[in-house]
C-alpha cells in the first residue's frame, strides 16, 4: 500500500469527509508525513519524489516583477477574482513567492485563493485556508466546547495570505479589499465545498506587523499567541508572536459555531 492508499484508507476508516461527501485525502497526506517526520509513525517510502513545493516558470516571474507603469488605483473598480486554472495558480503562487515575506508554501484542505484587480490589474493576492486547531483567545471567545470545536471547526477559515504588491500605495487600500473579500467568499465557499463558514481568523506577526488594516476593516483583535506553534510540546516558544484577529461573516456565529 502506497502512501497515497494510505491516507485514502485511513479517511475512510475513520470518516474523514468534507461536508459535500469527499474525503479529505491531502488533509490527511499532510497530516501522515508530518507524523512520520516526527518519528510517530512510519510511513511505506515514497514511490515519487519530493513533491516540489514551488516551481519556477521564467515567464511568469518576467510578469511579476515590478511594471514600468504603475497603475493609479482607484477603489471603486477593485474587483476580487478567485484564482481559476493552472496558469493563474502559478501566477498567485509567483507573486506570493516573490513578495510576501513568508513566501509560498502549499496549503492543506480546504481553501480559496484571490486576486484583486483595480482597471484590470492585479494589485494584490489573498488566500484562505484552513482555520488553526486549536486558539485558547478565540476558543474562549467563541466559549466552545472541546466536542463542539472538533465538530464545528471547519466553519472558521483562515486568511492565511495578504499581499498587497510592494509598488502599490493608496490610502484604505488594504481595508477596502478585506471589506469585498469578505461579502464575497461566503458564497466562493459554499459553491466549492458545499458549505458556509460563519467566522475568518487571521494571524499578524508582531512587531513586523500591527494589524492597522484588519482594525480598519473592523475585524475584532482577540489578543496575543504564545509564540509555540502547534508542535511546541515542550512549551519552547520559538515562534513568532501573532496577534489574534476574527471577523464574523454572521451575527450569530457563535451559534453555529456552538451548536452540538
Not at 471547519?154 to 477596502?176: K, Y
Not at 502547534?230 to 459555531?257: M, N, Q, T
Request: charged share 25%; glycine share 6%.
Amino acid at each position: 500500500m502506497n502512501r497515497a492508499r494510505l491516507s485514502r484508507e485511513v479517511c475512510e476508516r475513520l470518516g474523514w469527509r468534507r461536508e459535500n461527501g469527499a474525503l479529505k485525502d491531502m488533509s490527511c497526506r499532510v497530516a501522515l508525513n508530518r507524523m512520520h517526520a516526527d518519528g510517530l509513525i512510519t510511513l511505506p517510502p515514497p514511490r515519487n519524489p519530493k513533491p516540489v513545493t514551488y516551481r519556477s516558470y521564467p515567464d511568469i516571474e518576467q510578469a511579476v516583477c515590478e511594471p514600468a507603469v504603475i497603475p493609479a488605483i482607484d477603489l471603486a473598480t477593485l474587483t476580487i477574482d478567485p484564482v481559476l486554472g493552472r496558469a493563474e495558480s502559478r501566477l498567485w503562487n509567483a507573486y506570493i513567492e516573490r513578495h510576501h515575506y513568508l513566501g509560498h508554501t502549499l496549503m492543506p484542505g480546504a481553501q480559496l485563493r484571490y486576486f484583486v484587480r483595480a482597471q484590470g490589474q492585479i494589485v494584490a493576492a489573498l488566500g484562505f485556508g484552513a482555520s488553526a486547531w486549536k486558539v485558547k483567545p478565540r476558543d474562549q471567545a467563541i466559549g466552545w466546547t472541546v466536542d463542539q470545536r472538533q465538530r464545528n471547526l471547519h466553519l472558521i477559515v483562515n486568511n492565511a495570505r495578504f499581499l498587497i504588491l510592494p509598488w502599490i500605495h493608496c490610502p484604505n487600500l488594504a481595508s477596502r479589499i478585506l471589506a469585498l473579500v469578505s461579502r464575497r467568499l461566503p458564497d466562493d465557499w459554499h459553491a466549492r465545498y458545499s458549505y458556509r463558514p460563519v467566522l475568518l481568523e487571521t494571524f499578524v506577526e508582531k512587531p513586523r506587523f500591527t494589524g492597522t488594516c484588519y482594525k480598519a476593516a473592523n475585524w475584532q483583535n482577540l489578543g496575543d499567541t504564545q509564540g509555540r506553534g502547534k508542535l511546541d510540546v515542550l512549551h519552547r516558544h520559538a515562534k513568532p508572536v501573532k496577534s489574534i484577529w476574527i471577523y464574523p461573516l454572521v451575527r450569530d456565529f457563535r451559534r453555529h459555531l456552538c451548536n452540538a
